[in-house]
């Protein structure tokens, strides 16, 4: 556990130091900046924020398990096994996204009115921004989870890795099946109606999807490392 959380704070610093975290930054800042405008109904508006998260955590992943050398990540690997690194590089994207997202959930949490879609009710706003939190975290996992299964070390080229990130992203939005789907319909329909209704089983269905995708990469990962 010490090794995997000191290799987790060495992928973050990573990713700081080398900026590729700005450009998802720059992406959930435009998503935020064209679909949120002040005194939208709160719940509406934090489906948004969560929904828009999702490719940007798949970015942040991709950035993480890319971003050290070959030469690097076999000596990481060789050191402390190869998937303990993917998994801290996979962690790393996922802390990061939700970083942006909690920050995110804040300000739209701010912008935003305590009213259902149509304004004919209030909403509580601490009850809504707690869900719109686990909204936030589901599409987080899930975006970690397309991150993790679109990228090295189960798809090694850079052209196809891309497009499966890319792809994985569009599905896990728009597929029913999804947990970051449900999540944000939740939020939506909650809005609708004028009620908060926190999406934990989402969230659940999030987190084992996360954590597949994590064992799969990183049993990948030892046996290719």
Request: with cysteine; charged share 10%; proline share 4%.
């Amino acid at each position: 556990m010490k090794a995997t959380l000191a290799l987790t704070r060495y992928q973050l610093a990573l990713l700081v130091r080398s900026q590729r975290w700005l450009a998802p930054l720059l992406l959930y800042v435009g998503l935020l900046a064209v679909g949120v405008r002040a005194g939208q109904p709160v719940l509406d508006s934090l489906g948004l924020a969560a929904a828009a998260l999702l490719p940007v955590a798949a970015w942040l992943v991709r950035g993480c398990v890319t971003a050290e050398p070959t030469a690097a990540r076999h000596c990481a690997a060789a050191a402390a096994g190869a998937w303990r690194v993917h998994l801290a590089g996979v962690t790393a994207g996922a802390v990061m996204a939700l970083l942006f997202g909690c920050t995110g959930a804040g300000v739209v949490a701010w912008l935003s009115a305590p009213r259902s879609t149509d304004g004919s009710a209030a909403v509580p706003l601490l009850p809504a921004v707690a869900a719109g939190l686990c909204g936030v975290l589901a599409c987080v996992l899930t975006g970690a989870a397309v991150g993790a299964l679109g990228n090295r070390p189960l798809i090694r080229s850079r052209g196809y890795a891309v497009c499966a990130t890319l792809l994985g992203s569009v599905a896990a939005l728009a597929l029913g099946a999804s947990p970051a789907n449900a999540a944000v319909t939740g939020l939506v329909h909650g809005s609708t109606r004028g009620e908060v209704q926190v999406p934990w089983l989402a969230l659940l269905a999030a987190v084992v999807v996360a954590g597949l995708a994590a064992l799969a990469a990183c049993v990948a990962a030892a046996r290719r490392g």
